[in-house]
């Protein structure tokens, strides 16, 4: 199963970017998809996550500015960011939590490579 990220690149602040990222393989189930970031030295955070059902959960920095959004059929996510600020400067993840191979008897947790998102000042 690999993830496959797309839609970074260089914004002003107060500019929007939309994030993809598409899962393929031998997926059974995907019960949770989110993205995260990472600066450079410092810990990796979540931005945003929903389950298969559609309940979304972001972080306060990000709460107002960015939604999350998946297409099931697709098993794709989305990342919708607007109001974008210079520290909203990161490489951005995407994850998938669930289940893989014949009768979805393996447990899924995959990244992608990511994708660098920069805002300028």
């Known amino acids: 199963v690999q993830l496959q990220a797309s839609g970074g690149g260089l914004v002003q602040a107060g500019g929007s970017l939309r994030l993809s990222c598409v899962a393929s393989?031998?997926?059974?189930?995907?019960?949770?998809m989110g993205w995260y970031r990472q600066v450079p030295g410092q810990q990796r955070e979540p931005v945003a996550t929903?389950?298969?059902?559609?309940?979304?959960n972001y972080p306060g920095s990000v709460k107002g500015r960015f939604t999350i959004s998946r297409d099931n059929a697709k098993n794709t996510v989305y990342l919708q960011m607007n109001s974008l600020k210079p520290e909203d400067t990161a490489v951005y993840y995407c994850?998938?939590?669930?289940?893989?191979?014949?009768?979805?008897?393996?447990?899924?947790?995959?990244w992608g490579k990511g994708t660098l998102v920069t805002v300028s000042s």
């Open positions: 929903i389950t298969s059902r559609g309940s979304t």
């Open positions: 994850n998938a939590e669930g289940t893989w191979g014949v009768a979805g008897i393996y447990n899924l947790d995959v």
């Open positions: 393989g031998r997926i059974f189930t995907i019960d949770r």
